[in-house]
């Protein structure tokens, strides 16, 4: 959350203590961390739902939640 109330962010997913894939908002796009990633990020990108929901948690939810503690 930028002092202008714009939104930049990324979510990012681990496993066993290693990243796995990734989600840049800017780009609404999933980068994998290594071939197993992979699998899961095409499943992802061709399903959209996944892309949608971390767009309106980056954008919206996560704001919203940060704003409380920044006050």
């Not at 979510?11 to 840049?24: A, K, L």
């Amino acid at each position: 959350l930028l002092s202008d109330r714009s939104v930049r962010g990324t979510y990012r997913n681990g496993y066993d203590g290693r990243d796995f894939i990734s989600f840049e908002l800017e780009s609404r796009r999933f980068v994998a961390a290594d071939s197993a990633a992979e699998i899961t990020r095409r499943r992802w990108e061709h399903e959209g739902t996944v892309a949608e929901g971390l767009t309106n948690y980056l954008k919206h939810e996560c704001p919203e939640r940060l704003q409380k503690y920044v006050r």
